[in-house]
């Protein structure tokens, strides 16, 4: 165990939890906050290398980029077309975060399968139980982890991904004597942008409560290969009903599996998956066929606001979260019983 352990026992049960995330924290550090910084890096690296090659190709071209004043031409837009033309940026500055939200998906979706599976694998769940830390808490620092924590720092590498790239274009425009200033910080709303991102994090931590619930109950309960009874399993099922048509038997398409069992078992850590569950009535219109850019789109909109109160008071959303709620609480009692798991 490479873990640095405090004394539990000394705590208060509010210490003991914080020990518990810090535990966390250091035993998933690569994955929760290097990864999200090191994607982001590369994304900045990969975009001064475009500018750089974007210069050279002008250059053997005879292409000359001459200085303007941007300011004057966005002096002549009008209010409408000013607030799009913002619109727009925003979701530029949101796409860039795709691999970052993708990477996050990715990182926690494993992490929660294999927390507890692990913990059996190594027998090292024997030595936490010998602590006097309940196996409640112990499953919550890991829900806590999935759906705040790690979620805060895909945010953090974003907003720094997004400045850095701010900077560069800034920086880039000048040394061709464009003043890019009016255009790239005025309108672009940073702040706005940032605030509707961790306003969503709690939205999202009840939308991926049934993945959650049922990826740590996966994790709790089975002797070996977990990814299979997570993942092969609700296929398997999937295939079996649409080829009985059970949800024909109830009025219901073959697809509503897919989309309402399946889909929010497995796909629910992804970054604002709940805008997939949403009437289109609820929607803004999309700037596109594209679904990711219509959810961006969505995410840097005045509405979103209200597309967020239309979907915490949508029967899905709770009846996910209460799914997901008795899910952790079948993964507590697994926890307390099974302490053994084969590789």
């Not at 004394?7 to 550090?29: D, I, M, Q, V």
């Not at 109950?217 to 048509?245: D, M, Q, T």
């Not at 979907?311 to 009692?333: C, E, Q």
Request: hydrophobic share 55%.
């Amino acid at each position: 165990m490479n873990t640095a352990v405090t004394n539990p026992a000394a705590a208060s049960p509010l210490g003991a939890f914080s020990w518990l995330l810090k535990r966390e924290y250091w035993e998933f550090r690569g994955g929760f906050f290097r990864a999200p910084f090191i994607i982001g890096a590369v994304i900045v690296a990969v975009s001064i290398l475009a500018m750089i090659t974007a210069d050279f190709t002008a250059h053997r071209n005879g292409i000359n980029i001459s200085g303007m004043n941007i300011g004057k031409i966005t002096e002549k837009l009008s209010a409408e077309d000013a607030a799009k033309f913002a619109g727009g940026i925003d979701v530029g500055l949101l796409g860039m975060c795709v691999p970052i939200m993708a990477t996050l998906a990715f990182v926690t979706f494993f992490y929660l399968l294999g927390s507890l599976y692990n913990d059996r694998r190594d027998r090292s769940v024997l030595f936490w139980k010998s602590l006097p830390v309940s196996d409640l808490h112990t499953v919550l620092s890991k829900v806590v982890t999935a759906v705040l924590v790690a979620p805060i720092f895909a945010i953090a590498a974003c907003v720094a991904l997004q400045l850095t790239f701010l900077v560069v274009v800034t920086i880039y425009a000048a040394l061709h004597g464009v003043n890019a200033l009016p255009l790239l910080w005025s309108p672009t709303h940073l702040l706005s942008l940032w605030i509707k991102m961790l306003v969503m994090i709690p939205v999202n931590a009840l939308w991926a409560l049934p993945t959650v619930g049922w990826l740590l109950l996966c994790s709790s309960f089975v002797r070996s290969k977990p990814f299979l009874a997570a993942v092969v399993v609700p296929i398997i099922a999937g295939v079996i009903i649409g080829w009985i048509n059970l949800m024909q038997q109830f009025a219901l398409p073959s697809s509503w599996y897919w989309k309402n069992i399946f889909a929010r078992l497995v796909f629910g850590t992804a970054p604002i998956g709940w805008l997939s569950g949403m009437s289109p009535k609820t929607i803004s219109i999309g700037i596109s066929d594209d679904p990711v850019a219509n959810a961006m789109q969505n995410v840097v909109s005045y509405d979103i606001l209200n597309t967020i109160t239309t979907t915490l008071s949508s029967p899905s959303m709770w009846v996910g979260v209460v799914a997901g709620a008795a899910m952790i609480a079948g993964a507590v009692y697994f926890r307390q019983k099974r302490t053994e798991a084969y590789s």
